[in-house]
């Protein structure tokens, strides 16, 4: 069960980047390239803003610099109407960055330094606590678990939110970059204990702990643990599972200009719609267009979508794939 916005804001931990992008597709950061950016991001932040920006409450505990590309963040998620109390500033690092390069597959290549910035500065502070003490929901990224001492914090969010009836949802979000000997693991634990589950193709079966077996395996051991899992297919679409139904959400054909932020923004309009009373039909019908519309606009936050920004989308004469 997903607790009702009215518990408390949806709250989530980890890391604030800016993203900074290859113009040219191909492999690697191996020679000069041209590169296009700051723009905010970090999956976490993307989620919260698109979180706020559907009208639900959210808020965010994570760390940046005492820079510009701190403050670009910052100022955004304010922006957007997401709560920033407890975004800790750094005197000493600076804010953490992405490095993006698309392969000419469709696959990208990263470089991050997330651990080695402020947002490896990440910490339980008073302001941190205090939303702790009043959130509804938190939404664990599995990009987080790459920062250290971040597992403790989660470890101590997990039970006071569910302790106080608020519910909890995990997006793997895996990166081939961020992977540590511990992912796996941690991965199982958040899984064992969350109310829904975001996964995007492979992390499925990861996240079942069942790297080789078909989607129908990996969905019926899920759904032991798990009450609602939405698979997210990229430009296929996505498709929910529960007990008792499966619901497939075609995707809306879009030309896609930057797809990183995508299942985040997907992800923060289906919960949020959720925690706000809908029933899961009409949230995979706003959570399509919040991630279609976000490969159509550069730099992952700047995506997110209010719900008039859906109007045209929908109304397009391209309408829906088939
Ligand atoms: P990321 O981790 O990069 O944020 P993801 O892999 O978690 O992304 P995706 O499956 O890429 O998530 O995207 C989430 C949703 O956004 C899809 O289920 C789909 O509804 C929509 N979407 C993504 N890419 C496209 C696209 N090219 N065209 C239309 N819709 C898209
Ligand atoms: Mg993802």
Same mark, same amino acid.
């Given at each position: ?14 890391? $604030? ?6 113009? +040219? ?6 020679? !000069? ?28 505990? %994570? ?6 590309? #701190? ?19 750094? !005197? ?11 392969? !000419? +597959? ?7 330094? *997330? %651990? ?5 500065? $990440? ?23 790459? *920062? ?22 995990? +997006? ?11 992912? %796996? ?15 995007? #193709? !492979?992390? &499925?079966? &990861? ?14 051991? &899920? ?19 529960? %007990?008792?139904?499966? $619901? ?75």
């Amino acid at each position: 069960m997903l607790a009702p916005d009215t518990l408390g804001p949806t709250l989530t931990l980890g890391e $604030i980047l800016v993203e900074i992008m290859a113009t +040219d597709p191909g492999h690697g950061f191996d020679r !000069p390239l041209n590169l296009r950016g700051p723009f905010a991001s970090g999956a976490p932040a993307i989620f919260i803003d698109q979180c706020a920006r559907l009208g639900g409450q959210a808020a965010i505990v %994570a760390c940046v610099g005492d820079d510009d590309f #701190g403050r670009l963040n910052t100022d955004r998620l304010a922006k957007d109407g997401a709560d920033t109390s407890a975004i800790a500033i750094s !005197p000493d690092l600076p804010t953490g960055t992405a490095f993006v390069r698309y392969r !000419p +597959d469709g696959g990208r290549d990263f470089v991050f330094n *997330i %651990a080695k910035s402020a947002a490896g500065q $990440i910490a339980m502070t008073p302001a941190a606590k205090a939303l702790l003490a009043k959130a509804g929901h938190l939404h664990v990224m599995g990009s987080a678990f790459a *920062i250290p001492h971040l597992w403790a914090l989660l470890e101590e969010a997990i039970p006071a939110v569910k302790s106080r009836g608020g519910s909890l949802s995990l +997006d793997p979000n895996l990166r081939k970059e961020l992977m540590t000997p511990q992912t %796996a693991a941690r991965l199982a634990q958040v899984v064992a204990q969350c109310d829904l589950l975001l996964p995007s #193709g !492979p992390e &499925l079966q &990861l996240a079942a702990g069942l790297p080789d077996v078909p989607e129908a395996e990996a969905v019926a051991a &899920l759904l032991t643990r798990v009450p609602e899992i939405v698979l997210k297919r990229g430009d296929q679409g996505a498709t929910l599972f529960t %007990a008792e139904s499966r $619901i497939d959400q075609p995707a809306f054909a879009v030309t896609e200009i930057d797809p990183t932020g995508a299942g985040d923004c997907f992800g923060g309009a289906y919960l949020t719609a959720r925690r706000l009373g809908l029933p899961p039909a009409p949230c995979l019908q706003l959570a399509a267009p919040a991630g279609a519309r976000n490969v159509t606009v550069l730099g992952p936050i700047a995506g997110a979508t209010t719900l008039p920004a859906f109007d045209p989308l929908i109304a397009s004469s391209t309408g829906h794939r088939t």
